[in-house]
């Protein structure tokens, strides 16, 4: 099934959360309201996946 988001690309769940481009801005403005800094996507696959 092709990501509802940006019909670019099958999505799976991390694309998803983390990497489809609709969300990341998304991320980024939260992060920053957060006040901590973005870590890139693979960073936070990689933290998910553990
Ligand atoms: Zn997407």
Same mark, same amino acid.
């Given at each position: 099934? =092709? +990501?509802?988001? +940006? ?5 799976? =769940?991390?694309? &998803? &959360? &983390? &990497? +489809? %481009?609709? =969300?990341? %801005? #998304?991320? *980024? /403005? #939260?992060? /920053?309201?957060?006040?901590? +800094? ?11 996946? *553990?």
């Amino acid at each position: 099934m =092709i +990501c509802p988001l +940006c019909s670019e690309v099958v999505e799976d =769940i991390t694309h &998803l &959360l &983390l &990497l +489809c %481009p609709v =969300i990341v %801005p #998304l991320w *980024q /403005r #939260l992060c /920053r309201w957060w006040g901590v +800094c973005w870590i890139a996507p693979g960073c936070m696959v990689d933290w998910f996946v *553990q």
